[in-house]
């Protein structure tokens, strides 16, 4: 698998950045136009739900997407000085949860080195009427 990794700051105004970032992936991969644009929404569902978590800080987003001709996985963590501890009690809201199911093939969230990881994974679909 290939990856790429991209830090910017846990704003709104800075998500263009990662949309772009999945764009360019998705283009090596030879993912239609409605799966790209499914997935820049996943992705931008993700980034909101990281800075949720962690609306104390709101430092920085760490996002990780790794590929190969059948697949791209994409991980959003938050960091910082700041950034808070991982705590059972942070979910996805239910809204969030219907748009990732509805988006993506596979998502969850796992806990690494003591941090929040939210992840998606889109399976290439090869029948542009798989969707």
Do not use: F
């Amino acid at each position: 698998m290939q990856h790429l990794q991209l830090d910017v700051a846990a704003e709104p105004s800075q998500l263009s950045l990662p949309r772009l970032l999945i764009g360019g992936v998705a283009a090596l991969v030879e993912l239609g136009v409605d799966l790209v644009e499914d997935l820049q929404l996943a992705l931008d569902e993700l980034c909101v739900s990281v800075m949720a978590d962690d609306s104390s800080a709101r430092q920085r987003l760490n996002i990780v997407v790794q590929w190969d001709a059948s697949a791209i996985r994409v991980e959003v963590t938050s960091h910082g000085e700041l950034a808070a501890p991982l705590t059972d009690g942070a979910q996805l809201t239910a809204y969030s949860q219907q748009i990732l199911d509805a988006l993506v093939d596979d998502h969850g969230t796992e806990e690494r080195d003591g941090l929040r990881v939210r992840w998606m994974r889109l399976q290439k679909r090869t029948d542009p009427g798989a969707l």
